[in-house]
């Protein structure tokens, strides 16, 4: 079975989840919604 690592856990959900090579990410968004989605994955992924 594949190991499952959790980021910043709460008592209902973590921010990040990595599983089987998977990363799932909840709730991270860009500051600048003005930006097109090449514009905002920098921002989001670097914070």
Same mark, same amino acid.
């Given at each position: 079975? &594949?190991?499952?690592?959790? +980021?910043?856990? &709460?008592?209902?959900? &973590?921010?990040?989840? +990595?599983?089987?090579? +998977?990363?799932?990410?909840?709730?991270?968004?860009?500051?600048?919604? &003005?930006?097109? +989605?090449?514009?905002? *994955?920098? *921002?989001? *992924?670097?914070?």
């Amino acid at each position: 079975m &594949s190991e499952i690592t959790r +980021i910043e856990p &709460s008592e209902r959900m &973590s921010r990040v989840v +990595i599983h089987n090579g +998977i990363v799932l990410i909840c709730g991270l968004t860009a500051g600048d919604a &003005s930006q097109d +989605i090449k514009g905002r *994955c920098p *921002c989001t *992924c670097n914070g």
